[in-house]
Protein backbone atom coordinates (compact mmCIF):
# COMPACT_ATOMS: atom_id res chain seq x y z
CA UNK A 1 0.00 0.00 0.00
CA UNK A 2 0.87 3.16 -0.45
CA UNK A 3 3.23 5.08 2.37
CA UNK A 4 4.03 8.91 3.00
CA UNK A 5 6.28 9.26 5.67
CA UNK A 6 7.14 12.67 7.27
CA UNK A 7 10.28 13.36 9.31
CA UNK A 8 12.45 16.80 10.46
CA UNK A 9 9.58 17.73 12.78
CA UNK A 10 10.80 19.31 16.20
CA UNK A 11 11.30 22.10 18.28
CA UNK A 12 13.09 25.18 16.99
CA UNK A 13 13.54 28.59 18.22
CA UNK A 14 12.16 31.47 16.23
CA UNK A 15 14.66 32.73 13.43
CA UNK A 16 15.59 29.12 12.78
CA UNK A 17 15.87 26.35 10.47
CA UNK A 18 14.05 23.03 9.73
CA UNK A 19 14.35 20.66 6.95
CA UNK A 20 11.52 18.06 6.18
CA UNK A 21 11.76 14.79 4.99
CA UNK A 22 9.00 13.19 2.75
CA UNK A 23 9.66 9.19 2.58
CA UNK A 24 7.50 7.76 -0.38
CA UNK A 25 6.53 4.19 -0.95
CA UNK A 26 3.89 1.78 -3.01
CA UNK A 27 3.43 4.26 -5.51
CA UNK A 28 5.41 5.51 -8.55
CA UNK A 29 6.86 8.86 -7.04
CA UNK A 30 7.68 10.30 -10.17
CA UNK A 31 4.32 10.51 -11.48
CA UNK A 32 2.36 12.19 -8.89
CA UNK A 33 2.81 15.74 -8.16
CA UNK A 34 3.59 16.19 -4.60
CA UNK A 35 3.12 18.86 -1.79
CA UNK A 36 3.18 20.13 1.73
CA UNK A 37 0.62 21.05 4.07
CA UNK A 38 0.14 22.09 7.85
CA UNK A 39 -2.40 22.30 10.04
CA UNK A 40 -2.61 24.52 13.76
CA UNK A 41 -4.65 23.13 16.30
CA UNK A 42 -8.09 24.67 15.76
CA UNK A 43 -6.88 25.49 12.29
CA UNK A 44 -7.75 23.99 8.98
CA UNK A 45 -5.64 22.55 7.02
CA UNK A 46 -3.80 25.31 4.91
CA UNK A 47 -1.51 24.81 1.74
CA UNK A 48 2.23 25.54 2.07
CA UNK A 49 4.13 24.21 -0.83
CA UNK A 50 3.70 21.91 -4.16
CA UNK A 51 6.22 20.37 -6.58
CA UNK A 52 5.52 19.47 -10.43
CA UNK A 53 6.62 15.57 -10.77
CA UNK A 54 10.25 16.05 -12.94
CA UNK A 55 10.68 19.12 -9.72
CA UNK A 56 10.47 21.54 -12.51
CA UNK A 57 7.30 23.60 -11.16
CA UNK A 58 7.02 24.91 -7.55
CA UNK A 59 4.30 26.61 -5.58
CA UNK A 60 4.54 28.33 -2.52
CA UNK A 61 2.12 29.83 -0.42
CA UNK A 62 2.85 33.51 0.83
CA UNK A 63 3.28 32.95 4.05
CA UNK A 64 6.33 31.23 3.48
CA UNK A 65 7.53 31.80 -0.11
CA UNK A 66 10.33 33.73 0.73
CA UNK A 67 12.05 32.00 3.22
CA UNK A 68 10.98 27.97 1.92
CA UNK A 69 12.29 25.65 -0.38
CA UNK A 70 10.27 22.47 -1.58
CA UNK A 71 12.36 19.62 -3.55
CA UNK A 72 12.22 16.09 -4.68
CA UNK A 73 14.67 13.44 -5.18
CA UNK A 74 12.68 10.93 -7.41
CA UNK A 75 15.22 8.27 -7.30
CA UNK A 76 15.57 8.32 -3.42
CA UNK A 77 10.97 8.55 -3.80
CA UNK A 78 11.49 11.49 -1.46
CA UNK A 79 10.25 15.25 -0.87
CA UNK A 80 12.15 17.91 1.12
CA UNK A 81 10.88 21.35 2.53
CA UNK A 82 13.21 23.46 3.87
CA UNK A 83 12.38 26.24 5.97
CA UNK A 84 14.61 29.38 7.11
CA UNK A 85 13.65 32.28 9.19
CA UNK A 86 10.74 30.52 11.46
CA UNK A 87 7.74 32.08 13.43
CA UNK A 88 5.61 31.09 15.72
CA UNK A 89 2.83 31.40 13.61
CA UNK A 90 4.72 27.89 11.38
CA UNK A 91 4.02 25.96 14.06
CA UNK A 92 1.73 23.24 12.96
CA UNK A 93 1.63 19.80 11.94
CA UNK A 94 2.98 19.64 8.41
CA UNK A 95 2.09 16.86 6.22
CA UNK A 96 2.94 15.85 3.09
CA UNK A 97 0.62 14.28 -0.13
CA UNK A 98 0.97 12.99 -3.42
CA UNK A 99 -1.67 14.13 -6.42
CA UNK A 100 -1.88 12.16 -9.34
CA UNK A 101 -3.67 15.47 -10.82
CA UNK A 102 -0.17 17.51 -10.38
CA UNK A 103 0.67 20.13 -8.34
CA UNK A 104 -1.99 21.75 -6.88
CA UNK A 105 -2.85 24.59 -4.00
CA UNK A 106 -6.26 22.45 -3.08
CA UNK A 107 -5.76 19.87 -0.11
CA UNK A 108 -9.15 18.12 -1.90
CA UNK A 109 -6.78 17.07 -4.81
CA UNK A 110 -4.60 15.32 -3.11
CA UNK A 111 -4.91 11.59 -3.25
CA UNK A 112 -2.57 10.40 -0.58
CA UNK A 113 -1.55 11.61 2.73
CA UNK A 114 1.44 11.01 5.30
CA UNK A 115 0.70 11.09 9.37
CA UNK A 116 2.07 14.25 9.81
CA UNK A 117 5.22 15.74 11.64
CA UNK A 118 4.82 18.46 14.16
CA UNK A 119 6.92 21.57 13.74
CA UNK A 120 7.20 24.03 16.94
CA UNK A 121 8.62 27.30 16.98
CA UNK A 122 8.72 29.10 20.02
CA UNK A 123 9.76 32.83 20.66
Known amino acids: QVQLVESGGGLVQAGGSLSLSCAASGLTFSSYGMGWFRQAPGKEREFVAA????????DYADSVKSRSTISRDNAKNTLYLRMNSLKPEDTAGYYCAASDRGPLRSRYEYRYWGQGTQVTVSS
Open 51 to 58: ISRSGGIT
